[in-house]
């Protein structure tokens, strides 16, 4: 947890005294005025709290990765079901061990969990004029009506590898299709003929074409499936739209939604995946694929409108999802962004999925109050496989920094920032550009240690000071105060080193390592 109090003068070149203001950087009132980015890092001020219990499911071979999921509550008994995607480790394809949807119940609100086996039969199913069974079966997305349960599922038939999964030819394929059973377990039965399939998907803007995770959703008067495609090697996600008036289909072709490549903003390497409805709205997560994977959004649109890419709107940029330091989330959110329902008390319950220390996939539980989605005062930020940095967007010249901090690894506090911003390539996995770690001021601050450093234009770290501190409390408070160019800084109450030391004009942040 962190909170941040700076005292600046504005941002004019000449700053009359009149000008000093104090903001406080660790009140939700102030998210705004950091960066939030699905590559540098993510200062989120959310207020999600974990259930106990976690991890619910923790792989186990062969399959090491339980890294989806959806959650379901259903309706005519309450009772919480959890449908978990099971894959291979690093999303390898085997037809002897398919990736597949197992169930979990819990008849008491979560504290207890049964394991009720596959979603989808184990016998052979062929599609409609396919060549090939059907064989990964992994995430599903269930909707209750009509004393029925209605599933949408992506599926990939037995032939089909990485190398042909965007390019499927008659022997293999891949895409949406839609199931039914007379209970939430199942088992459920596939419709013959799929909602759609990558081989008959003509690529939109001439590269989307993979049909994969997808939601069904029910409308007053139709069904809406809301769909990921992914663009292969140029690294972009998009959301598209079906419609149909039977659940089964037949179904409108995919039509673009959300996109990098729309007229208005829309981060890059964003994956989405499930969707939830509340009051008249369908929300639609969407979780960074960058090292870190620590960025997320909520996107909204009215529940009738959301087949219309104008009615979609950007709910929350970052500050959505933050990540603890235990080693069931090791890796922060990882696979996919959350799943969850609004229940009748007003809380926002959340499955979510990480990776431990092993490498091993976690599905896990929380939850926040819908009406309230940020905490009351401070923020979390996270780097789990590389650093994250974190800005703000209100600079100038410090008279006084104050920050009250429980941290894990490496972090960094940060003034006079003034070097580039961006990542280091446009894919998955994408992570910090090395030039976005020059030109700075920073006080960094490793197990009991800490350093003071300038870092110039060419990546040079010189030193200024350093040695060892008390943090019996685990929490670490600082102060840094200036008066005519000259600084003194204390930790934890304690002065620690006084001296010359610039205060700069540039940006204020932190880093994580």
């Given at each position: 947890?962190?909170?941040?109090?700076?005292?600046i003068?504005?941002?004019c070149?000449?700053?009359?005294?009149?000008?000093?203001?104090?903001?406080d950087?660790?009140s939700p009132?102030?998210?705004e005025?950091?960066?939030?980015?699905?590559?540098?890092?993510?200062?989120?001020?959310?207020?999600?709290?974990?259930?106990?219990?976690?991890?619910?499911?923790?792989?186990?071979?062969?399959?090491?990765?339980p890294v989806?999921?959806f959650?379901?509550?259903?309706?005519?008994?309450?009772?919480?079901?959890?449908?978990?995607?099971?894959?291979l480790?690093?999303?390898?394809?085997?037809?002897?061990?398919?990736?597949?949807?197992?169930?979990?119940?819990?008849?008491?609100h979560?504290?207890?969990?049964e394991?009720?086996?596959?979603?989808?039969?184990?016998?052979?199913?062929?599609?409609?004029?396919?060549?090939s069974?059907?064989?990964?079966?992994?995430?599903?997305?269930?909707?209750?009506?009509d004393?029925?349960?209605?599933?949408?599922?992506?599926?990939?038939?037995?032939?089909?590898?990485?190398e042909?999964?965007?390019?499927?030819?008659?022997?293999?394929?891949?895409g949406v299709?839609?199931?039914?059973?007379?209970k939430?377990?199942?088992?459920?039965?596939?419709?013959?003929?799929?909602?759609?399939t990558?081989?008959?998907?003509?690529?939109?803007?001439?590269?989307?074409?993979?049909?994969?995770?997808?939601?069904?959703?029910?409308?007053?008067?139709?069904?809406?499936?809301?769909?990921?495609?992914?663009?292969?090697?140029?690294?972009?996600?998009?959301?598209?739209s079906?419609?149909?008036?039977?659940?089964?289909?037949?179904?409108?072709?995919?039509?673009?939604?959300?996109?990098?490549?729309?007229?208005?903003?829309?981060?890059?390497?964003?994956?989405?995946?499930?969707?939830?409805?509340?009051?008249?709205?369908v929300?639609m997560?969407?979780?960074?694929?960058?090292?870190?994977r620590?960025?997320?959004?909520?996107?909204?649109?009215?529940l009738?409108?959301?087949?219309?890419?104008?009615?979609?709107?950007?709910?929350?940029?970052?500050?959505?999802?933050?990540?603890l330091?235990?080693?069931?989330?090791?890796?922060?959110?990882?696979?996919?962004?959350?799943?969850?329902?609004?229940?009748?008390?007003?809380?926002?319950?959340?499955?979510?999925?990480?990776?431990?220390?092993?490498?091993?996939?976690?599905?896990?539980l929380?939850r926040?109050?819908?009406?309230?989605?940020?905490?009351?005062?401070?923020?979390?930020?996270?780097?789990?496989?590389?650093p994250?940095?974190?800005?703000?967007?209100l600079g100038?010249?410090p008279?006084?920094?104050?920050?009250?901090?429980t941290?894990?690894?490496?972090?960094g506090?940060?003034?006079?920032?003034h070097?580039?911003?961006?990542?280091?390539?446009?894919?998955?996995?994408?992570?910090?550009?090395?030039?976005?770690?020059?030109?700075?001021?920073?006080?960094?601050?490793?197990?009991?240690?800490?350093?003071?450093?300038?870092?110039?234009?060419?990546?040079?770290?010189?030193?200024?000071?350093?040695?060892?501190?008390?943090?019996?409390?685990g929490a670490t408070?600082?102060?840094?105060?200036?008066?005519?160019?000259?600084?003194?800084?204390?930790?934890n109450?304690?002065?620690?080193?006084q001296?010359?030391?610039?205060?700069?004009?540039?940006?204020?942040?932190?880093?994580?390592?």
């Amino acid at each position: 947890m962190i909170y941040v109090i700076l005292t600046i003068a504005s941002v004019c070149a000449q700053a009359d005294p009149a000008d000093i203001q104090t903001v406080d950087f660790a009140s939700p009132a102030s998210r705004e005025l950091w960066t939030h980015h699905p590559v540098w890092g993510d200062p989120s001020f959310d207020s999600f709290e974990r259930l106990p219990g976690n991890p619910v499911v923790r792989g186990a071979p062969p399959y090491d990765w339980p890294v989806n999921g959806f959650f379901f509550e259903d309706p005519p008994t309450g009772h919480w079901y959890l449908y978990v995607g099971n894959y291979l480790e690093g999303y390898r394809l085997d037809n002897e061990h398919r990736s597949i949807c197992t169930v979990f119940r819990s008849t008491d609100h979560g504290a207890h969990w049964e394991l009720l086996g596959p979603v989808l039969p184990e016998a052979p199913f062929f599609f409609e004029g396919e060549r090939s069974p059907l064989a990964s079966a992994p995430d599903v997305s269930v909707v209750y009506e009509d004393g029925l349960y209605h599933m949408c599922f992506d599926w990939a038939s037995r032939d089909t590898t990485w190398e042909n999964a965007a390019n499927p030819g008659p022997e293999s394929n891949s895409g949406v299709a839609y199931a039914r059973a007379v209970k939430p377990e199942g088992p459920f039965t596939p419709y013959p003929r799929p909602i759609a399939t990558t081989r008959d998907q003509e690529p939109l803007l001439g590269k989307y074409r993979r049909l994969y995770a997808s939601s069904l959703v029910r409308r007053a008067r139709d069904w809406l499936v809301l769909t990921l495609t992914d663009s292969g090697p140029w690294f972009g996600w998009a959301l598209v739209s079906m419609t149909s008036e039977n659940a089964e289909g037949p179904y409108t072709p995919p039509g673009l939604l959300l996109y990098p490549e729309s007229s208005g903003y829309h981060p890059p390497l964003l994956e989405f995946f499930p969707a939830f409805v509340h009051e008249g709205f369908v929300y639609m997560p969407a979780t960074s694929v960058a090292l870190n994977r620590n960025f997320q959004c909520l996107f909204k649109a009215p529940l009738e409108e959301a087949h219309r890419p104008e009615a979609w709107r950007m709910e929350q940029h970052g500050s959505v999802w933050h990540a603890l330091p235990v080693e069931n989330e090791y890796h922060g959110i990882w696979g996919q962004t959350f799943s969850g329902f609004v229940d009748a008390a007003g809380f926002l319950n959340v499955l979510f999925p990480s990776r431990d220390r092993d490498g091993k996939g976690t599905i896990n539980l929380a939850r926040r109050p819908w009406d309230r989605p940020y905490r009351e005062q401070g923020f979390v930020l996270s780097g789990h496989r590389g650093p994250s940095l974190a800005l703000t967007t209100l600079g100038g010249e410090p008279h006084a920094i104050q920050l009250s901090m429980t941290r894990h690894g490496t972090v960094g506090l940060l003034w006079d920032a003034h070097g580039p911003l961006g990542a280091d390539a446009p894919r998955a996995d994408a992570s910090l550009h090395p030039l976005a770690n020059r030109s700075r001021r920073e006080l960094r601050f490793t197990g009991n240690t800490w350093s003071l450093l300038h870092v110039d234009d060419a990546g040079v770290e010189t030193r200024a000071g350093g040695g060892e501190f008390n943090e019996d409390s685990g929490a670490t408070a600082v102060e840094i105060t200036w008066e005519e160019e000259r600084a003194t800084i204390a930790l934890n109450g304690s002065e620690v080193w006084q001296g010359p030391l610039p205060a700069g004009n540039g940006a204020f942040g932190l880093s994580v390592a």
